[in-house]
T-cell receptor, first 115, second 111 residues
Framework: DTGVSQDPRHKITKRGQNVTFRCDPI?????LYWYRQTLGQGPEFLTY????????KSRLLSDRFSAERPKGSFSTLEIQRTEQGDSAMYLC?????????????FGPGTRLTVL | KNQVEQSPQSLIILEGKNCTLQ??????????LRWYKQDTGRGPVSLTI?????NTKSNGRYTATLDADTKQSSLHITASQLSDSASYIC??????????FGGGTRVLVKP
């Protein structure tokens, strides 16, 4: 399967714990995006990378959130001191270029539940 | 502020029937309009991408329309199948900017 993959698919954690999610984009896609999606809502933009450079962060990305893409390939999203409000689906997408018409290909998501 | 609104929030249709989903958007400067299908627990999958110069685009039984003057789009599903049960998300892109997602329309196709 050469699509976008995410790991884990599901994560249950207790409030206050740290969690880390991984995204492997489609090979050679230089743009990588993170989104958060709560039940019944559309995805909300969190941040994106052009190769290894993080170019934009949403105001939704509090100081407890950090994302990296160290070698311009896979990316990690870490949430420190999780809160119940962090419970959501975290989606990763990749895109082959910077043009306005480039399609974003989404992974299956990581479902986070904070107890 | 860029925003996308969809209606209805949800609908139920019988297998074999047609339905139309609506989308109103406000993004500036407008670049393109996308429709995604999202199965429960999965990531969205692209159905169509339309620029301001395209009025209609089809992908199998899915047909999207775009009126850039009124800033409205619709997605028509023909001869619905059980596998069409999903959320359909309208997404507008401003030139040089990130995607703006609507809240989606949840479609349930019943036998």
């Amino acid at each position: 399967d050469t699509g976008v993959s995410q790991d884990p698919r599901h994560k249950i954690t207790k409030r206050g714990q740290n969690v880390t999610f991984r995204c492997d984009p489609i090979s050679e896609h230089n743009r990588l995006y993170w989104y958060r999606q709560t039940l019944g809502q559309g995805p909300e933009f969190l941040t994106y990378f052009q190769n290894e450079a993080q170019l934009e962060k949403s105001r939704l990305l509090s100081d407890r959130f950090s994302a990296e893409r160290p070698k311009g390939s896979f990316s990690t999203l870490e949430i420190q001191r999780t809160e119940q409000g962090d419970s959501a689906m975290y989606l990763c997408a990749s895109s082959p270029g910077t043009g306005d018409y480039n399609e974003q290909f989404f992974g299956p998501g990581t479902r986070l539940t904070v107890l | 502020k860029n925003q996308v609104e969809q209606s209805p929030q949800s609908l139920i249709i019988l297998e074999g029937k047609n339905c139309t989903l609506q989308c109103n958007y406000t993004v500036s400067p407008f670049s393109n309009l996308r429709w995604y299908k999202q199965d429960t627990g999965r990531g969205p999958v692209s159905l169509t991408i339309m620029t301001f110069s395209e009025n209609t685009k089809s992908n199998g039984r899915y047909t999207a329309t775009l009126d850039a003057d009124t800033k409205q789009s619709s997605l028509h599903i023909t001869a619905s199948q059980l596998s069409d049960s999903a959320s359909y998300i309208c997404v507008a892109k401003a030139a040089g900017n990130k995607l703006t997602f609507g809240g989606g329309t949840r479609v349930l196709v019943k036998p």
